[in-house]
């Protein structure tokens, strides 16, 4: 089992940053690759970035790349999310997923675990 809780959420106002965490406990946590999905309202979750167990690959998507970057400290047993130059499209609730041992990293279907989620609000 593996117990996830993000924090670090907030309001901001466009052009500005935000630094999520998600700390992790219960089974070997370098064991797992890592994602960070967010939903908005009336939309389905979306993938916003991954990384490999070692932390040596990533991936984004699409909308986010060159503005967020994902990062782990297996040593510390979490993953961060930093979040530059945000736009009111980013707002959404944010999730941290562990494991995806059921498909690809960018399918929010593949993992295995989740945290409750942590909110970003990004103003115009």
């Known amino acids: 089992q593996v117990q996830l809780v993000e924090s670090g959420g907030g309001l901001v106002q466009a052009g500005g940053s935000l630094r999520l965490s998600c700390a992790a406990s219960g089974r070997t946590f370098s064991s797992a690759a890592m994602g960070w999905f967010r939903q908005a309202p009336g939309k389905e979750r979306e993938f916003v970035a991954a990384i490999s167990r070692s932390g040596g690959t990533t991936w984004a998507a699409d909308s986010v790349r060159g503005r967020f970057t994902i990062s782990r400290d297996n040593a510390k047993n979490t993953v961060s999310l930093q979040m530059n130059s945000l736009e009111p499209e980013d707002t959404a609730l944010y999730y941290c997923?562990?494991?995806?041992?059921?498909?690809?990293?960018?399918?929010?279907?593949?993992?295995?675990?989740w945290g409750q989620g942590t909110q970003v609000t990004v103003s115009s």
């Open positions: 997923a562990a494991d995806p041992s059921r498909g690809t990293v960018y399918s929010p279907d593949a993992y295995d675990y």
